[in-house]
């Protein structure tokens, strides 16, 4: 995936589609449409628009932590988890 295709991160990638989960479960597909009835803001002050949770771009974002190699993934969110207490 080159950073060019996409215009916010993995990370805002998957916590809309947690948010998206927790309330209102729509299918990957759908995703975009809940967005487009409830609003985005994006905590960072960059411009973020409904097109950037579409789900070829969702889908995207849940496949990078696998083709990062996933035990690595899970080790570095723990060592840094274990290093902010």
């Known amino acids: 995936m080159k950073k060019e295709d996409c215009n ?4 805002t990638r998957i916590a809309a ?3 998206n989960q927790l309330t209102d479960r ?4 759908k995703v975009e449409e809940f967005y487009e009835k409830q609003g ?3 905590p960072y002050g ?3 628009e409904t097109n950037d949770f ?3 771009a969702l889908s995207r974002a849940l496949d990078a932590p696998y083709k990062a190699d996933l035990s690595i ?3 570095q969110a723990c060592s ?3 290093t902010s207490r």
């Open 26 to 29: 729509k299918a990957l597909y």
């Open 46 to 48: 960059t411009v973020v």
């Open 73 to 75: 993934v899970m080790m």
């Open 17 to 19: 589609l947690i948010i």
């Open 54 to 56: 579409n789900d070829d």
């Open 40 to 42: 985005i803001a994006s």
């Open 80 to 82: 840094r988890h274990s």
């Open 8 to 11: 916010v991160s993995i990370g």
